[in-house]
């Protein structure tokens, strides 16, 4: 479904600012799958999602999604195929409209605009629907601007408003990183749950081991712009965090496992 052929990134080439961020990824997925990715600052996660999403053009290599070359297309044109989900719970909706209409943008994302745009009556029904799932009370509270909501709130909210059109593929880039950790755990059981049951191929940046052994079928570990460990199947079930730090410390070395890393695995 999705296909990463190669991949190679340098920010700031020929400067003593160069940045190497993608050395030759490549990855695979099936449709359907959930891939977590996990590895220490600046080894090339949230590199790729962007990469994947077209937000610059890489130096080299390939994205395709569902066998079609995307790599050539800009970024808005790739947001047909594509939900995303931010780190920051301030990006991805607007602040300053109520609830109701945030969904309608993304209701109508790709869809010809007219002059006569408007929430009708069913459609709010089909919302109050779909904010349940949410379990937030959020169904009640449709004419609340979304800016007066908690960060979990609102990262649920862009959840939502990311898959309500099923996407090819689902790219959350650290979407619980900024709340607490109940609000955190609460997000990722509603990412579990709208995954499963759209059948949604998705790919999950953390730094937390915990959240990536426990989430997904698959789980990938990058290290200075490249792939050191891919797990999936019977090995990610039964995979501990000791066992992911001792395949870590024996692909990318010990002194590559960087402290917010290691914080992240309670």
Excluded: Y
Excluded at 20 to 49: H, P, Q, R, W, Y
Excluded at 118 to 144: Q, W
Excluded at 245 to 265: P, V
Aim: net charge positive; aromatic share 4%; proline share 2%.
């Amino acid at each position: 479904m999705l296909e990463i052929r190669d991949l190679h990134k340098t920010f700031n080439k020929g400067t003593i600012n160069e940045k190497v961020a993608l050395n030759g990824v490549s990855l695979k997925l099936e449709e359907g799958d959930f891939c977590t990715i996990i590895g220490g600052n600046g080894a090339g996660k949230s590199t790729t999602l962007n990469a994947i999403a077209g937000v610059w053009p890489v130096d080299s290599g390939a994205v395709f999604i569902d066998g079609k070359d995307i790599s050539g297309l800009p970024e808005h044109k790739r947001a047909v195929f594509l939900g995303r989900v931010f780190q920051d719970p301030m990006t991805g909706t607007a602040a300053d409209m109520q609830i109701d209409e945030n969904i309608a943008l993304a209701l109508r994302r790709g869809k010809l605009r007219t002059l006569r745009w408007g929430v009708t009556k069913e459609e709010r029904e089909e919302f109050r629907e779909k904010l349940k799932v949410l379990d937030l009370g959020l169904e009640d509270r449709l004419s609340t601007k979304v800016g007066l909501l908690s960060g979990g709130q609102r990262q649920a909210l862009t959840l939502l408003m990311a898959t309500m059109k099923k996407p090819k593929l689902l790219l959350l880039d650290e979407h619980t990183a900024a709340l607490d950790p109940k609000t955190a755990a609460k997000v990722l059981e509603t990412t579990d749950k709208i995954v499963r049951e759209n059948k949604l191929t998705t790919l999950m940046v953390t730094h937390n081991m915990r959240h990536a052994i426990d989430h997904g079928n698959r789980l990938i570990m990058m290290s200075k712009g490249r792939v050191v460990v891919d797990v999936k199947g019977e090995q990610k079930k039964n995979l501990k965090v000791s066992d992911l730090l001792s395949m870590f410390e024996h692909a990318a070395g010990a002194d590559e496992i960087s402290d917010r890393m290691m914080l992240g695995d309670n």
